[in-house]
């Protein structure tokens, strides 16, 4: 089955991404340079995985007492059968240890309202409710205290489908419940007891503040400054009282956020467990995510969701165990490292750490040359991580040209070092092309006149999250240009990615760059208002790019309905 929600926008219910922590602040500065993290949701739902009564749920597993609509008394006969006797928390914690994880935040209290530890706040809890009878958050706090990894909670403050009074179960309970009765009676003790019985919390984790009012959320902010004052709140404590930013579910972003932040993923489509999804992201995927969120300065916080037997499932173990033998190689690149002012290049990421400056890189040149740009009279030395010997360092005016091997040196992600590799301050922060790679302009790069940018977030089965920053409500004469260098002269095939309505089918555009011109008519791609995006890559035309400064220019000609074309990007991909 595909159930959607009754809300589209989730991001009404996540609250704003804005935070009060400043990345220097001393509460924080832990987690300034941490970025691997584990996510773990593990819950009643990972026992149904993805079921119930012989008919299938696909989408987020954790969300299945909603999509069911089952009454809160039938899904929490889930707890008679709960028996998660496979756990064992110091295989999950060394897997996370192993794997360069540096925090790891579980699922205290999902929206299901279901306790996994002992509550005296609420029987509905694992210890109370289910034939295993141990508290698994006590045994993670135990191995994580051992490993010296921060242990950190999730915790639903606002939504609770098992509970009349809280928010969230709208199939169950019609009658208008009493928000602060639940407060205070199962939120706050909770939140109390897991900062009381648990050791040391690096962070409370928040989850859908929905309306929560701004009093609630700094009553909770209360709780645990009272209990534990060094414990991070995230941004999804609501009303932006968190101490840091946590992004949309599964957004990487093209720019960094102000302050302190996280990204957050999952390794399939699905949070907690379900059996019907095995569309499991590869190691380079998720090494490349991990990436382009580090060369921004932020944490890459990755889910696993344990099984109802409490195993974690192969295809997770396997990749976290890829992931750690890679950053047991290069971790230098990420733990501590800053974003480098080159920030992401069409071949990658960029950090800077102790005086080094780490490319990593996800593309590799067809043509075997990579240019680092700005750099080229201020680098000594330029090395592969693993590899034997040197580069030689071509100088091209302000620039350096590297020649590569035919292959790269690492099968997931090779990195570059380069010394001394800081590069100058006063380093002009531009955009370049790059021959013999794909060259993007996105959205949030565009100077825009007559347009603006707009962001589209949508669901494909059921809370997978997808999210695209496109210019939006083009008027006539609308443009958005891009200035850039081009670092050498090369043909490039020109490919637009948008979304075009029906009703703004046929509208036309210009794009120049350089000495070439094209025009095209916007396509029909699908996508609507209120339906899910379906932004298409089109083929343009060849250009030809002479090295130099430039300036790529889309214009409207012609506009049918302005609020039905969305640009995504401009692509440039070699001619070979
Ligand atoms: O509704 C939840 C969802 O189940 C999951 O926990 C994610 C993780 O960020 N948070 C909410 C949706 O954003």
Redesign the pocket.
């Known amino acids: 089955m595909n159930t959607r929600p009754e809300s589209d926008n989730?991001s009404d219910?996540?609250g704003a991404p804005v935070a009060q922590a400043s990345a220097e602040g001393a509460r924080g500065a832990w987690f300034r340079d941490t970025r691997f993290a584990m996510?773990i949701?593990w819950g009643l739902y990972s026992e149904a995985a993805g079921h119930w009564q012989g008919r299938d749920y696909h989408g987020?597993a954790?969300?299945l007492m909603y999509s069911a609509r089952l009454p809160a008394a039938d899904y929490a006969q889930l707890a008679t059968c709960f028996n998660p006797v496979d756990f064992d928390a110091q295989e999950w914690v060394r897997l996370a240890v192993d794997a360069g994880m540096k925090y790891l935040v579980v699922?205290a209290k999902?929206?299901d309202g279901f306790a996994m530890f002992k509550s005296s706040a609420s029987a509905f809890n694992i210890v109370d409710a289910t034939p295993f009878g141990r508290d698994p958050l006590a045994e993670l706090a135990a191995a994580c205290a051992a490993e010296g990894l921060k242990l950190g909670f999730?915790y639903?403050q606002y939504?609770d489908w098992h509970e009349p009074d809280a928010a969230g179960n709208t199939w169950d309970f019609t009658a208008p419940g009493d928000f602060d009765r639940y407060l205070r009676e199962k939120a706050r003790p909770q939140i109390e007891e897991l900062l009381t019985n648990y050791g040391p919390v690096a962070l409370i984790w928040f989850?859908?503040p929905g309306d929560l009012s701004r009093a609630d959320s700094q009553d909770l902010l209360d709780t645990i400054r009272h209990f534990q004052p060094d414990c991070l709140v995230n941004s999804?404590l609501g009303n932006g009282l968190g101490d840091y930013v946590?992004l949309?579910?599964q957004e990487i972003p093209l720019t960094a956020p102000e302050g302190l932040w996280e990204a957050?993923d999952t390794h399939n489509d699905t949070?907690?467990f379900s059996a019907l999804d095995h569309n499991w992201k590869s190691p380079r995927e998720l090494l490349s995510r991990l990436v382009r969120v580090a060369s921004l300065g932020g944490n890459y916080l990755l889910?696993v969701g344990p099984t109802g037997r409490g195993r974690l499932p192969e295809p997770s173990v396997q990749v976290l165990r890829e992931i750690g033998a890679w950053l047991h190689r290069h971790g230098e690149s990420l733990y501590g490292a800053r974003p480098s002012p080159l920030l992401q290049q069409a071949w990658g990421g960029t950090t800077t750490a102790g005086g080094k400056l780490y490319l990593h890189l996800l593309q590799w040149p067809n043509n075997r040359e990579l240019w680092v740009p700005g750099l080229g009279a201020t680098v000594q030395r330029a090395r592969f991580f693993g590899a034997e010997g040197d580069l030689a360092l071509l100088r091209e005016g302000e620039h350096l040209r590297l020649e590569l091997p035919d292959r790269p040196p690492d099968d997931l992600v090779s990195v570059l070092e380069l010394t001394p590799g800081a590069p100058a301050a006063d380093l002009p922060v531009r955009a370049y092309v790059h021959p013999g790679l794909v060259n993007e302009f996105t959205a949030p790069f565009a100077r825009v006149q007559g347009c603006q940018l707009g962001r589209r977030s949508w669901m494909e089965k059921f809370?997978d999250?997808h999210h695209l920053d496109v210019l939006e409500g083009w008027t006539a004469a609308a443009a958005a240009e891009w200035d850039f260098m081009v670092l050498a002269a090369d043909r490039f095939h020109l490919s637009a990615e948008y979304e075009c309505w029906a009703e703004a089918d046929g509208s036309e555009f210009e794009v120049t760059i350089g000495d070439n011109r094209l025009t095209f008519p916007a396509l029909y791609t699908g996508g609507g208002e209120g339906l899910r995006t379906r932004a298409r890559e089109v083929c343009l035309g060849l250009v030809e790019l002479p090295t130099g400064d430039a300036t790529l220019c889309l214009r409207a000609l012609e506009v049918q309905a302005n609020n039905a074309f969305l640009l995504a990007k401009l692509i440039l991909t070699p001619f070979v």
């Open positions: 989730m219910l996540w996510f949701h987020i954790e969300w699922t999902h929206h999730y639903s939504q989850d859908t999804r946590t949309g579910d957050i949070w907690g889910n809370g999250w």
